[in-house]
């Protein structure tokens, strides 16, 4: 397991995440790229990266989506199978979560799975092409393995990416409602329509 980050540490990333690349920050840090990137999620620096430093959530410009439903209906994902079987995926293995932290509205799409299945997941970081980061997590008392997962926390991939997917590629039974009011939550807060 990782030490914990050091004040020092916690104060570099914050200092350097929008100017520097991960991987310059991991090799200064002695760290992974993937804990880097997973820290820098969890301390709220993702949602700046590609977005001039602002560390506001409400600056993000959505106005070039005036007709979201147009935008989304636009998109295209080739290979079907393997849509259909992304969504059946994270059916059985995804979450969509909603929160705020210090005030500041969050969301994040996640799968996760057996570490064994750490190339699948990322076959599925590559489909959809996006910032997304893959953390591993070692084996906990109730589990029978250690567990990998796949998350997206940046709100303009969730609502130019994954909102859109998953409105062509629904998941079925209760993950297709907790979808439902996610996208909700996250459209609503942004003043984005689907209708």
Same mark, same amino acid.
């Given at each position: 397991?990782?030490? %914990? ?13 929008? %100017? ?7 090799? *200064? ?111 906990? %008392?109730?589990? *029978? ?51």
């Amino acid at each position: 397991m990782s030490a %914990k980050y050091t004040d020092q540490e916690i104060d570099y990333l914050k200092s350097n995440y929008n %100017k520097e690349s991960v991987s310059d920050i991991a090799s *200064h840090l002695d760290r992974s790229e993937d804990a880097v990137q997973m820290k820098a999620s969890r301390l709220g620096l993702t949602e700046d990266k590609g977005y001039n430093g602002d560390r506001s959530y409400m600056s993000l410009d959505f106005s070039n989506l005036s007709n979201y439903k147009e935008y989304v209906d636009k998109q295209e994902y080739g290979n079907e199978d393997l849509c259909w079987f992304i969504s059946g995926l994270v059916t059985a293995e995804g979450c969509f979560t909603r929160y705020e932290t210090d005030g500041r509205f969050r969301a994040e799409f996640k799968i996760g799975m057996a570490d064994r299945d750490e190339t699948t997941l990322k076959n599925i970081a590559s489909f959809f092409n996006r910032g997304g980061c893959i953390s591993k997590r070692e084996e906990q %008392k109730d589990h *029978h393995s250690d567990t990998i997962h796949f998350r997206i926390t940046s709100i303009k991939d969730i609502i130019t990416v994954i909102i859109p997917f998953f409105e062509m590629y629904s998941p079925c039974g209760k993950k297709f409602n907790q979808y439902v009011k996610w996208r909700d939550e996250i459209l609503n807060e942004y003043d984005l329509q689907l209708d």
